[in-house]
C-alpha cells in the first residue's frame, strides 16, 4: 500500500467537490515535530493557493506530521473552512532561518529569573543613584 497514492486519492475526491470551484486555499500547519535543532517549528508554516500533492508539502516544508486546511469561497466568495486532513511525510523538516528558538521549562525558568534580576538591579542602583544625587545636594549646601 502507498501512502502516497491514498493521500492523492483523498485530495482527488476533495478536488472532485470542488471542480467547479477555481479558488481554494490550502493552509500547512505543522502538528510534529514541535521543536527541530533548538528552533520552534509546528503551527502554520505556509499555504497553497491550489489543492497541492503531498510532494509539493513535501518541497516547500520537509517531512513531518501536518494538517492541511482546506478553505473556498462561500456565496460572498469569502474563503471559509471546507475540511482538513493530517498527512506525515517521511524525512527531516525544512526549517526557516526565521523560525524563532524554542525554550523548554528549565532555559525559559532561567531566562525569566535573569529578566527578574537585572530588573531588580536597575531598580537598586537608580535608588543608590538618587541616594548619592541627594546626599551631593546636601553636602552643597552644608548639611551634612
Avoid: Q
Avoid at 29 to 51: A, M, Q, Y
Avoid at 57 to 78: C, M, N, Q, T, W
Avoid at 102 to 109: G, P, V
Amino acid at each position: 500500500m502507498n501512502p502516497a497514492r491514498d493521500i492523492d486519492d483523498e485530495i482527488s475526491i476533495w478536488a472532485e467537490g470542488m471542480s467547479a470551484t477555481p479558488e481554494v486555499r490550502v493552509e500547512v500547519f505543522r502538528v510534529d515535530p514541535k521543536t527541530w535543532e533548538g528552533r520552534k517549528i509546528d503551527g502554520k508554516v505556509g499555504s497553497f493557493d491550489e489543492l497541492p500533492s503531498w510532494e509539493d508539502v513535501r518541497d516547500e516544508h520537509g517531512g513531518g506530521r501536518f494538517r492541511l486546511v482546506l478553505k473556498k469561497p462561500d456565496a460572498k466568495g469569502r474563503l471559509v473552512y471546507f475540511g482538513c486532513w493530517t498527512i506525515a511525510i517521511a524525512g527531516f523538516p525544512l526549517v526557516p532561518a526565521s523560525a524563532p528558538l524554542a525554550f523548554d521549562k528549565e532555559t525559559r525558568d532561567g531566562e525569566v529569573r535573569k529578566i527578574v534580576l537585572t530588573s531588580i538591579e536597575e531598580r537598586y542602583e537608580a535608588r543608590i543613584r538618587r541616594l548619592e544625587a541627594g546626599l551631593a545636594m546636601l553636602k552643597s549646601r552644608g548639611r551634612t
